[in-house]
T-cell receptor, first 116, second 111 residues
Framework: GAGVSQTPSNKVTEKGKYVELRCDPI?????LYWYRQSLGQGPEFLIY????????DSGLPNDRFFAVRPEGSVSTLKIQRTERGDSAVYLCASSSRGGILAGELFFGEGSRLTVL | QQQVKQSPQSLIVQKGGISIINCAYE??????FPWYQQFPGKGPALLIAIRPDVSEKKEGRFTISFNKSAKQFSLHIMDSQPGDSATYFC??????????FGAGTILRVKS
C-alpha cells in the first residue's frame, strides 16, 4: 500500500485480556515507531525500531507492553493483561531515515483500543 | 514531564484571519522542530519543520518562527481557512531518534 496500514482499526477487549496490534509500514522504510495517543493529548512515544531491532524502547510504560519487528517490516505491538488505562489510540509511524535525522514521520490512522 | 509545552489548548479564528500557536521547550539538545496537523480519525501529518540554525521558515500560508534564546517556536497560519480546522501539534527531537509532541491545539476557523 501507499501509506502506513494499521489493523485492527478498532479493538474492544475486556480487562485482563491479551491484544495484538499490527502495523505495516511504507515499503522500504527502515525506521518504525509506535506512539500512544490518549483523548485530548499529543502522541506519546513508546518504542522505535531501526530494522529488526528496537533502538529505543524507553517509552514502553511497563513489562505488559512488548513489540516485535522480526523481518524488519511489519511490526506487532503486544499488550498483556490489559487494563482500563491502556485505552487509547495506538499510532504507528514509519520513516525512511532514522538514527541521525528523524525526518518526516508518516503516521497510520491508528488502532483504537478500548478496554472495558 | 512534558518536554514541549504548547498553547493555547484551543483557538477560534475568523476566516481570513491569522492563527498563532506557540510552543516552548527546555531541552537545548533539541535540533529539529516540526509541526504536525491531525484531522479527526486520521494520523498526524507533517505540515512544516525547522532546524535551529534559522529563525523563520515559510511554506505557503504556514510560517514557523523560531527563537533559540527564548527556547520558543510558533506556527502562524495566514489567511486561515475552514479547511485548516484541525488539531495542531508541535514537536521536537534530538539525535534524530524520536519525536516528543506537545499536547495539541484544536483550531476552528469560522466561515
Amino acid at each position: 500500500g501507499a501509506g502506513v496500514s494499521q489493523t485492527p482499526s478498532n479493538k474492544v477487549t475486556e480487562k485482563g485480556k491479551y491484544v495484538e496490534l499490527r502495523c505495516d509500514p511504507i515499503s522500504g522504510h527502515t525506521a518504525l515507531y509506535w506512539y500512544r495517543q490518549s483523548l485530548g493529548q499529543g502522541p506519546e512515544f513508546l518504542i522505535y525500531f531501526q530494522g529488526t531491532g528496537a533502538a529505543d524502547d524507553s517509552g514502553l510504560p511497563n513489562d505488559r507492553f512488548f513489540a516485535v519487528r522480526p523481518e524488519g517490516s511489519v511490526s506487532t505491538l503486544k499488550i498483556q493483561r490489559t487494563e482500563r488505562g491502556d485505552s487509547a489510540v495506538y499510532l504507528c509511524a514509519s520513516s525512511s531515515r532514522g538514527g541521525i535525522l528523524a525526518g518526516e514521520l508518516f503516521f497510520g490512522e491508528g488502532s483504537r483500543l478500548t478496554v472495558l | 514531564q512534558q518536554q514541549v509545552k504548547q498553547s493555547p489548548q484551543s483557538l477560534i479564528v475568523q476566516k481570513g484571519g491569522i492563527s498563532i500557536i506557540n510552543c516552548a521547550y527546555e531541552n537545548t539538545a533539541f535540533d529539529y522542530f516540526p509541526w504536525y496537523q491531525q484531522f479527526p480519525g486520521k494520523g498526524p501529518a507533517l505540515l512544516i519543520a525547522i532546524r535551529p540554525d534559522v529563525s523563520e521558515k515559510k511554506e505557503g500560508r504556514f510560517t514557523i518562527s523560531f527563537n533559540k534564546s527564548a527556547k520558543q517556536f510558533s506556527l502562524h497560519i495566514m489567511d486561515s481557512q475552514p479547511g485548516d480546522s484541525a488539531t495542531y501539534f508541535c514537536a521536537a527531537s534530538w539525535g534524530g531518534n524520536k519525536l516528543v509532541f506537545g499536547a495539541g491545539t484544536i483550531l476552528r476557523v469560522k466561515s
